[in-house]
């Protein structure tokens, strides 16, 4: 509480009989306040309310932004903060206090802040065949049971004629859909243009799977195989490709709009109608002209259609949940028990009412279930409560047995299964394929050499292997030509102690390292 509502309600309680310490709490001011105004008559305080001038921090800087804004009229409160932090080691205002400290200053000594405004010209009419633009849209339908379903618009129209194109899709937009509803599209129009505009949000990036970025690769091979340029438009500058705004506002509120939806294939097939029914049909509010006649002479001057060779790979993923299941179609499908790893993502497939889940990298197949109709399941296959990681100990215990069953071994094993959880089945095989054509000797100089540089790596491993059997079955008086041999490889092997490796590995001892080769043996 603050000026004369302050200074009344004080001395209304002195008038009630109230102390000084009992208006202070009741106020919640300082009792110096109280005891300043305690005997202050309404003319007195208004005098020193008069004399009382605030004083404000920003005040000691306005000269010099008073100076800058005069400058530099369109400078902003961000900017002119930046240069008070540059030039003034004592600043320590706050970006909202400034900025009204600004808003004062310019209407104090009307410097006002210039507005540009964009100005636009007519564009000529582009040549036939040479230009045709490209957007994406989204609307939202109810389909028959009264579910809302998103749909994704692809529209394309070329620029002298305005002759559109118009595709949907009720399934997110992967890079090879992309590619194909183009493709589809030059089929459409019967021809490829000299140049497509897009919005280049729109291309460098492609959603894919509510999330899954995909990166324009794909896209550059196919309209290199096309033909075709790319004018990108700047961003936040829908004039650019005005063209197609218009097209794919038209065609959400003349044709998607109020429709119940059934399927994307009867959908689409409804939306060709409508393009050849009243689209392509009806007189050009700018043009004046019906874009499907003005099209008949456009057409023989677009180029031919390549064919494509390969057509691009739809890939779909999935993100592998907590508890080993992933999503598709609004139910939850099983993996086998330990798929997730943290970010893990699969490939799936669905094949004549079956889905098959890959693993990404490699491609091996991780789970095949039918496919439900259902909605908010859980499908399961028992197999998966299974946990294979007992097959792991398994063939590590055939691994360490082949290698000798040594300490430095286990270590070995261990730093593998660490490094590389998701292939240590590969590493293990590898290894188990690899010492059968060595002797224990050359095997226990190879284990040395990687254990003690911390290599923990089949194939570096075999590579170790090759080159001490080299070296063990070459005559003893053989000089050797040292400059031959890798700089890595010119080493002098010894016997160590198992707790050095143990050291080197984890700074674990002997007797940890035995416990967590105990832990392999658990079925």
């Known amino acids: 509480m603050k000026g004369w509502p302050m200074y009344q309600e004080l001395q209304q309680l002195k008038e009630m009989g109230l102390n000084k310490s009992q208006v202070q709490r009741q106020l919640g001011i300082d009792w110096k306040t109280v005891d300043r105004y305690w005997e202050v008559t309404p003319d007195e305080y208004d005098e020193i309310r008069k004399n009382t001038k605030r004083t404000r921090k920003l005040e000691k800087y306005e000269e010099q932004i008073v100076r800058w804004l005069q400058e530099h009229p369109d400078m902003s409160s961000a900017q002119i903060q930046d240069w008070l932090k540059q030039h003034y080691l004592d600043y320590q205002g706050k970006e909202r206090t400034l900025r009204r400290f600004i808003r004062s200053l310019r209407i104090q000594y009307n410097i006002k802040k210039p507005i540009i405004q964009r100005q636009y010209q007519a564009v000529e009419e582009l040549p036939m065949g040479y230009q045709a633009q490209v957007d994406l849209g989204f609307t939202t339908l109810v389909n028959t049971q009264g579910q809302r379903v998103k749909l994704t618009g692809f529209g394309l ?5 305005r002759y559109k194109y118009v595709e949907w899709d009720d399934k997110p937009l992967t890079a090879a859909r992309f590619i194909q509803v183009h493709y589809r599209a030059f089929e459409y129009i019967g021809g490829v243009p ?3 505009v897009y919005d280049q949000d729109r291309l460098l990036a492609i959603n894919e799977n509510f999330g899954d970025i995909i990166y324009t690769a794909e896209f550059e091979r196919f309209r290199q195989q096309m033909g075709f340029k790319i004018y990108l438009c700047r961003k936040s500058d829908p004039e650019t490709k005005g063209k197609i705004e218009a097209v794919i ?4 509120g ?7 939806f059934d399927n994307i294939q009867a959908f689409n097939q409804g939306c060709i109608e409508w393009l050849n029914r009243t689209a392509n049909a009806n007189i050009h509010g700018t043009t004046k002209k019906v874009p499907a006649e003005v099209f008949k002479e456009e057409q023989k001057h677009l180029k031919p259609i390549p064919t494509i060779i390969n057509q691009p790979e739809e890939i779909i993923t999935r993100q592998v949940r907590k508890d080993n299941i992933i999503w598709y179609n609004s139910n939850r499908y099983t993996l086998p028990l330990g798929t997730y790893h943290p970010e893990r993502e699969v490939k799936i497939k669905a094949d004549q009412g079956i889905l098959i889940v890959f693993d990404l990298e490699t491609d091996e197949e991780l789970a095949r279930h039918e496919i439900s109709l259902d909605k908010g399941r859980l499908i399961r296959n028992n197999n998966h409560k299974r946990d294979h990681s007992a097959r792991i100990a398994e063939l590590y215990q055939d691994t360490l ?4 069953g040594s300490e430095i071994a286990a270590v070995f094993l261990d730093g593998i299964r660490k490094e590389k959880p998701r ?10 394929q690899t010492i059968k054509n060595y002797s224990l000797e050359t095997i226990s100089q190879a284990l040395d050499y990687c254990v003690e540089r911390s290599i923990f790596s089949a194939v570096e491993f075999k590579t170790a292997l090759e080159y001490f059997a080299q070296q063990n079955n070459s005559p003893a008086e053989t000089i050797l030509d040292t400059s031959a041999i890798p700089l890595a490889y010119r080493i002098k092997t010894e016997i160590r102690n198992i707790s050095e490796y143990a050291a080197i590995y ?13 832990l392999f043996k658990k079925p």
Not at 249 to 252: D, L, P, Q, R, T
Not at 401 to 404: C, H, K, Q, R, W
């Open 194 to 196: 000299e140049e497509i």
């Open 506 to 518: 984890g700074g674990m001892s002997i007797e940890q390292g035995r416990r967590n080769q105990d």
């Open 254 to 260: 003349n044709y998607a709009r109020h429709r119940i």
């Open 401 to 404: 047995a082949n290698m000798g």
């Open 423 to 432: 292939y240590v089945r590969d590493q293990y095989n590898l290894i188990i």
């Open 157 to 161: 129209v070329l620029s002298h004629s």
């Open 249 to 252: 506002k038209y065609a959400k």
